[in-house]
């Protein structure tokens, strides 16, 4: 099995919402918690395991806004393992999960440095390492409905651009989507990191010719004083 | 990257003390040495003190040291680990060697275990280096020119406390001295000149968007968060460009000008002194060179945030 995400680039509108379902699940989960500096002071602070930032992409015919959600991509090389002096970092056999045992970790930042993606996060009150952990303490739980048994941030998508599954898997939801996408893209692939999850990319979208919309013959009448009159 | 001290004391200090502890083994075990098993006993616990201090000062940095004894346990992939297991295996080794010098032990199994202490401390520089080197993420540090540079700086740190230890009396030592820094020298300019290279990855490998301009417009969150602080460390170009001259000055030219001089006999008086100035000025001048070594690494995460 190698599980991991979809994120859907053309469809996330930068809610963070799941940034948010992902704090409330994990605060109480198997590596929490995770507890804020000052959360109501003028500059709050704490561990966060997904973050989504946005930028502006400017393309010659289609320039556009991106809302870019971030967290572990779960990467097939894992330097952020290969690091860890402890053990405390590691990279399940069965399904590929990287994940960070809490018991052992000593907190000396080294997985954090090896890793591309800004994926882990000290947590200064406990003093270890956090990341998203899949939320493997729900998608295996079997005292949850099934169609629950999947991460806190793909459940609360409320436009489905977060999907979860199995990429081993040819019929799951994340083989499906990026089959039709030209298999997702991977994050800086010049490091050979590997990342397991996959982004789509926006699609094109319809031109639209400014040219067009500038040469038009000014219009007469009323809509035309209206246009003058407001025009900048 | 944020230069937290105790890292920049860690790796100056402890190559000091492994550096100073090489080149005792060394000189002894070519009949340079020219000291009494007293002398020898204080100077090499002169040069653990060192390593000691360094390797402690290098826990100060964990946020959860109580797990610290756990570090031995990645020795097949950690460089960290690899450094802690040797460092632990450098403490009997090293020990028996002074012990068998304090007890006037000679024999070819002496030699064997001098160079079992040389290869290890070799080791042992090589692996701070790698700890730094084996970083694909920051391209400043995964850079061919980084372990030579441990290794030379090391050698140069440990010639330079001989020369306090001895009064730098003898040619040899000034010449090979000024050989160890002045290679350090060059790696280094070679180093500064090879940061100015491009690096393979942009915000346009890290976002996908190959073919576009790409800026941040909201970074998501209003106050400084544990990646900013860690790897968008920002110091002017103004005041890198002066550490760059004040560390080559203070590492290499002064050591370099006050060897030769104390070489060609020019200055006789404050021979004591000049060997104090020497060995303090590579110190504040490692010093600034490892912070430099942090403030100019470029973590890609930086990409994320819009910074190159």
Known sequence: ?232 | MHPAFSVLFFTVTSGFGYGFMLCLIVLQQLGLLDMGREEFLLWSGVAFALFTLGLMSSTLHLANPKNAWRSFVRFRTSWLSREGVFAIVGYPVLGAYVAAVWFGQTGLWLHVLALVCIALILVLLYCTAMIYASLKTIPQWHNKLVPPIFLTLGVSSGLVCVGLAKGWQHAELSITALFFLGLSAILKLQYFSSLGKPTRSSINTATSFSQASVTLFDAGHSSQNFLQREFVYEVGPKTTALARKASLTMAFLAPLVLIALLWSKTVTDYTQLAAWAIVISLYVGLLLERWLFFVEAKHVVRHYYDKS
Not at chain 1, 3 to 25: R, S
Not at chain 1, 101 to 117: I, S, V
């Open chain 1, 1 to 232: 099995m190698k599980l991991g995400l979809v994120i859907d680039l053309d469809t996330c509108v930068g809610c963070h919402g799941c940034a948010t379902a992902c704090k409330q699940w994990n605060t109480s989960g198997t590596i929490g918690p995770l507890t804020d500096q000052q959360p109501y002071a003028e500059n709050p602070d704490g561990p966060w395991l997904n973050r989504i930032r946005t930028f502006e992409v400017e393309e010659a015919s289609s320039s556009k806004t991106v809302h870019f959600p971030m967290s572990c991509l779960h990467c097939e090389n894992a330097d952020c393992v290969t690091v860890c002096p402890t053990g405390a970092s590691y990279k399940r056999e069965e399904d590929g999960i990287v994940l960070v045992d809490q018991d052992k970790c000593m907190g000396c930042n080294l997985c954090a440095w090896a890793c591309p993606y800004g994926a882990r996060e000290l947590d200064t009150n406990q003093g270890t390492m956090k990341k998203c952990t899949l939320c493997v303490d729900r998608i295996y739980d079997q005292a949850l409905p099934e169609e629950d048994r999947k991460p806190a941030c793909v459940l609360t998508c409320p436009t489905n651009s977060r999907l979860f599954g199995d990429f081993d898997d040819p019929n799951s939801d994340v083989s499906r989507a990026i089959q039709g996408r030209d298999g997702g893209v991977d994050l800086m692939p010049e490091l050979g990191y590997q990342p397991t999850n996959k982004y789509l990319q926006p699609r094109p979208r319809k031109q639209v010719d400014e040219l067009s919309i500038s040469n038009q013959e000014p219009k007469s009448g009323l809509s035309g004083w209206i246009n003058k009159m407001i025009a900048r």
